[in-house]
């Protein structure tokens, strides 16, 4: 008697049988990921920065502000853009 009982075991799940699943898979998801994630947190970073500077300060500090929103935008879609081109 096996360990498992009468159980017959299932083929091992791939989406697309001329595209399976590996470890640089995971790296480019992984990569798509990462780099959303990054540019999430630079416009949220900005919005927030923005929201909490006092009224007479915003004209001052609006373009440093929109500047490094938009570094981290840059980054983190290239980042997400390098794992769909690698994908």
Not at 1 to 23: D, I, K, R, Y
Not at 31 to 56: E, F, K, N, Q, W
Not at 68 to 83: H, Q, R
Request: charged share 10%.
């Amino acid at each position: 008697m096996s360990p498992l009982g009468e159980v017959a075991l299932a083929a091992v799940f791939t989406p697309n049988p001329h595209h399976p699943l590996t470890v640089s898979g995971f790296f480019e998801y992984a990569a798509v990921v990462v780099g959303c994630a990054i540019a999430l947190i630079g416009i949220y970073a900005a919005i927030s920065t923005y929201r909490g500077l006092d009224p007479s300060r915003r004209r001052g500090q609006a373009l440093p502000v929109t500047l490094t929103a938009g570094f981290f935008v840059v980054i983190g879609l290239t980042v997400a853009a390098f794992g769909l081109w690698i994908f």
